[in-house]
């Protein structure tokens, strides 16, 4: 298959086997990958769907084909997927899955990144599994229990005081390793679209989905699957998206209503604490092309929707909580339809006790 790295802004295009670019190399934008997709089946995981993917995984550790359980709450059928049972315990599997295996395909002996949360750990466990050393760099508000997992996977933790500097440290790096760059790389959003091509394959297509947003892989990659599917024939209409993010840090929001809007603190959901998305036209084209819309929430409403959540059976972290205290506020509007909500990362990780004050 003739597959390039492809910037929508500037035009430039190289082979993807040719050389790594982690971000554009002429105007610096985020890169796509140019491929023909198609219908055809290979084996399990994400390789099941590796004609509909610009790559598929060498090894298969047990990511995808996560469990839906469907639920119907408040009039509206809920398919809730399950993605925290991946093998690290958060969506971010598939993504790196892809990424290692380029890199090692690559011959690359090293992978570097930046993240204190999901993705460290997905990166420390895949660096692992596919045999490449891996450097860890995370700001010092970290967890301990999230330091502790990434260092018992084998990588090098290294920590420096602010998230800034995380992501200024590991782009000095960056130049002899393979920097994963999660917040950029278009394979976090083909291996989040194969969300999409299970909940096709077993339920067809929701009418709606709801999905947090921080840098916003997820949902351009649950709407890029949708897209894929649409264009070879598979469904009909595109699900409208529906972003959740917290009143703290809300530039989705900002973007697409044009204001901003007062509310608590939200930093129980640290996974969606991203203040400069990479892709955040690109977000706000999905919600405006397919008619959806973006929902703030605050700690009390996520931790009353963790605590509704931990009752319907599903062990979450409170970022994946914010896609069910979206659909409470917003469930007035879904009665009768198919709505699916992706509950992204284990609680397993976590310890702590949360009050509503
Ligand atoms: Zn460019």
């Given at each position: 298959m003739d597959i390039k790295w492809i910037?929508?802004?500037?035009g430039f295009r190289d082979p993807m086997y040719k050389h790594y670019h982690?971000?554009?190399?002429?105007?610096g934008s985020p890169l796509d990958i140019e491929y023909k997709p198609v219908y055809e089946y290979g084996s399990k995981g994400l390789d099941r769907f590796r004609g509909l993917l610009p790559l598929t995984p060498l090894?298969?550790?047990?990511?995808?084909?996560t469990k839906t359980v469907v639920e119907k709450l408040d009039g509206t059928e809920i398919m809730f997927k399950?993605?925290?049972?991946?093998p690290s315990g958060s969506f971010k599997d598939r993504g790196t899955t892809l990424a290692l295996s380029y890199a090692y395909t690559m011959g690359f002996n090293e992978a570097v990144e930046d993240s204190s949360g999901n993705t460290g750990i997905s990166v420390a466990l895949y660096s692992r599994v596919y045999k490449l050393r891996s450097k860890i760099v995370v700001p010092a508000t970290t967890s301990r229990e999230k330091k502790c997992l990434i260092k018992m996977l084998g990588a090098e933790l290294i920590e420096v005081p602010t998230r800034g500097d995380a992501s200024n440290y590991v782009l000095s790096l960056a130049s002899k390793a393979f920097y994963v760059a999660h917040t950029w790389s278009p394979f976090y959003i083909y291996g989040a679209s194969s969300i999409s091509f299970e909940i096709y394959e077993d339920y067809?297509?929701?009418?709606v989905v709801i999905l947090p947003v921080g840098s916003g892989g997820l949902l351009l990659g649950v709407m890029k699957g949708f897209e894929i599917l649409n264009s070879l024939g598979k469904i009909l209409k595109i699900p409208r998206p529906i972003a959740v993010e917290g009143y703290s840090i809300q530039p989705v929001f900002k973007t697409v209503k044009g204001y901003e809007e007062k509310g608590e603190?939200?930093?129980?959901?640290?996974?969606?604490?991203?203040?400069?998305?990479?892709?955040l036209n690109e977000i706000k084209n999905y919600i405006d092309r397919y008619g959806g819309d973006i929902i703030l929430v605050g700690n009390s409403e996520i931790i009353k929707a963790l605590e509704e959540l931990l009752e319907l059976g599903f062990v979450v972290e409170p970022t994946s909580a914010t896609v069910y205290a979206a659909f409470k506020k917003y469930k007035d509007k879904l009665k009768g339809l198919k709505v699916l909500m992706v509950l992204t990362g284990?609680?397993?990780k976590i310890c702590k006790e949360y009050r509503v004050s």
């Open positions: 910037c929508n802004v500037c982690w971000s554009c190399p002429i105007c090894k298969f550790i047990g990511e995808g084909e399950l993605e925290y049972m991946n067809g297509e929701p009418d603190d939200s930093s129980l959901a640290e996974g969606i604490m991203v203040p400069n998305p990479p892709r284990s609680g397993l």
